[in-house]
């Protein structure tokens, strides 16, 4: 599919490679807040939405977009008012432009960058000046200590993020997402494990459960939700926010996990490869299998959320700085001295 836009008029190629992951983003984002709140409810044994739309309240999140939209765009009096309008469309635009490098199939990657990691973790990093920007912009005392929590824990985890990611790209030997995809085709020497780099290096297990616990932390979910606790910050850097200014910070967070997961099914999971080697393998199975990965990740942070109590500002501090940092450098070494001896 990539090498068929390439032949066609150049407008109408970055159209559809824009529509297509807006399109993957705004269908995930409805599906996954009906989900999660079904999950909430199996999880404290009631039943969740099943009113709207019939079967179990299916359209319950298409409900609640059409009442967003109707809402009336409130802006406090004090709000500086270019910045406050602007922070939820950047949080946005940071977490939709960082899906061009991820390759959804071996037919499909919005962009072909050889740098995918680097300009990946670039971009994301934008989400939290759009969150401290959210918050001094509403001119609340919750808002604002809201952004300066999110700007202390998303510079914070973004480290051992950073570090594990490094880890793989240790062993992948590329930083072009594709590149690192297609190495991890097929079965292991002995054909019984996928060929995935989460199986082919001891280190990499760890350096994924450090990944994962660090990705929470960057995407604001429980037990790391500190930049939006609701019950004592009354959601924090979105305080003053409503309607559809609301609606994009949800999506924008939404999308950002997403993301975060389909990261870490191309980097540990073997992204788009089946894991029953070439079978059920090609470009269409191919995409199943990426999103099933990546939903399944999602489906941990949605089950986490309603198992774990949030952390103190202390103790997430702690973590990272105690704890996950020393960790990950410690394990970027010790793969590093593997990948040498063996």
């Known amino acids: 599919m990539t090498e068929y836009l390439t032949n066609i008029n150049p407008v109408a190629a970055i159209l559809i490679h824009a529509a297509i992951p807006l399109t993957i983003i705004l269908v995930y984002a409805l599906v996954a807040i009906w989900g999660e709140r079904k999950i909430a409810g199996f999880i404290q044994d009631r039943l969740g939405p099943m009113r709207v739309g019939g079967w179990h309240g299916w359209a319950q999140s298409i409900a609640d977009l059409l009442k967003l939209i109707q809402k009336e765009d409130i802006i406090p009096t004090d709000a500086s008012r270019f910045l406050f309008k602007f ?5 946005f635009a940071a977490s939709y432009a960082a899906f061009a490098v991820i390759p959804f199939s071996s037919a499909y990657i919005g962009s072909m960058v050889n ?39 998303m510079v914070s985890y973004e480290v ?17 997402l594709m590149t690192v995809t297609e190495m991890q085709a097929g ?36 037990p790391f939700d500190l930049p939006e606790s609701e019950s ?18 949800m999506l924008a967070e939404y999308a ?10 191309v980097l540990f999971f073997g992204g788009w ?7 059920m393998g090609g470009p269409l199975w191919g995409y199943f299998w990426f999103m099933l990965k990546g939903l399944l990740l999602v489906f941990v942070m949605m089950w986490i959320r309603w198992t774990l109590p949030r952390y103190r500002v202390d103790q997430l501090m ?5 704890i996950l940092i020393p960790l990950s450098f410690i394990n970027l070494v010790l793969t590093a001295l593997w990948e040498v001896i063996f």
């Open 160 to 176: 051992p993020t950073i570090a594990t990611v490094l880890t793989v790209i240790l062993v992948a030997g590329s930083l072009n």
């Open 318 to 322: 702690h973590i990272c700085w105690s």
């Open 87 to 91: 922070a939820p469309f950047m949080m």
């Open 256 to 265: 950002d996990m997403l993301l975060l997961s389909l990261l870490g099914a």
């Open 115 to 153: 740098i995918g990691v680097f300009y990946l973790l670039a971009v994301t990093s934008v989400l939290t000046l759009s969150v401290i920007m959210a918050g001094w912009a509403s001119n609340n005392k919750w808002s604002l200590l809201g952004g300066m929590r999110s700007a202390a824990q």
């Open 273 to 279: 490869n089946s894991p029953f080697g070439d079978f």
């Open 187 to 222: 079965n292991d020497t002995l054909g019984f494990l996928p060929n995935w780099l989460i199986f082919q290096n001891p280190f990499l297990i760890s350096a994924f459960i450090i990944f994962f616990i660090s990705i929470l932390a960057e995407s604001h979910r429980v």
């Open 232 to 249: 004592e910050l009354v959601a924090g850097y979105q305080t003053e926010y409503s309607g559809m200014r609301w609606a994009m910070f």
